[in-house]
């Protein structure tokens, strides 16, 4: 059975700094994995989506690294705002594909 | 939003009570899941459809049933509402297997 864990469970750094998100998985054998930003209370927002045939996507100050033989994802976020403040969830995709295993998730706190 | 809605928002019922939550898609999309969130157990999946007709378990699936006789509506009933049922429940779609997977803004049940 897939398990995804995400470290850390909650992080605070100072506006600007750099951070980056891990996510791990046990079972290399994923179709893809889904980055999501949650806010309290809100639904779950897509960041980005690895195929498990890439190594890596972009999009504006977000990267998201993916390396399937160490069941390791990363997601790096530059240049931190506290609009960025949310908790960030990491999600498997297996079953061919169609279903998501989710990690339980960092929450961030970025302060100004 | 992705074309997704789910209601009612909030609802409030008594134990032992049948409920029924609607999510509707504007985007025609082929996948289509509903998964709980709680506290110390993240989301899970609950059940999901493939196609019209097309349904199957999730991982939390005792206690639930869905239907989908139409591609914009999924609907997830409790037969019986217990208030280990209290939860947030969102709804999620997919175009192909191997795509983004977009969520609802969610449903907060409480069962009393």
């Known amino acids: 059975k897939q398990e995804v864990t995400q470290i850390p469970a909650a992080l605070s750094v100072p506006e600007g700094e750099n951070l980056v998100l891990n996510c791990s998985f046990t079972?290399?054998?994923?179709?893809?994995l889904q980055w999501f930003r949650q806010d309290p209370g809100k639904g779950l927002t897509s960041l980005l989506l690895i195929q498990s045939s890439q190594r890596e996507q972009t999009s504006g100050r977000l990267n998201a690294s993916l390396d399937k033989s160490s069941g390791r994802s990363t997601l790096y976020i530059a240049a931190s705002q506290p609009g960025d403040s949310a908790t960030y969830l990491c999600?498997?995709?297996?079953?061919?594909?169609?279903?998501?295993?989710f990690g339980p998730g960092t929450r961030l706190s970025v302060l100004p | 939003d992705a074309g997704i809605t789910q209601s009612p928002r909030h609802k409030v019922t008594e134990t032992g009570t049948p409920v029924t939550l609607r999510c509707h898609q504007t985007e025609n999309h082929r996948y289509m899941y509903w998964y709980r969130q709680d506290p110390g157990h993240g989301l899970r999946l609950i059940h999901y459809s493939y196609g019209v007709k097309d349904t199957d378990k999730g991982e939390v699936s005792d206690g639930y049933s869905v239907s989908r006789s139409k591609t914009e509506d999924f609907l997830l009933t409790l037969e019986s509402a217990t208030s280990s049922q209290t939860s947030v429940y969102f709804c999620?779609?997919?175009?192909?297997?191997?795509?983004?997977?977009?969520f609802g803004q969610g449903t907060r049940l409480t069962v009393v």
């Open positions: 999600a498997v995709g297996d079953n061919y594909g169609q279903n998501f295993v």
């Open positions: 999620a779609i997919k175009g192909q297997q191997n795509t983004e997977a977009f």
């Open positions: 079972d290399s054998a994923i179709y893809n």
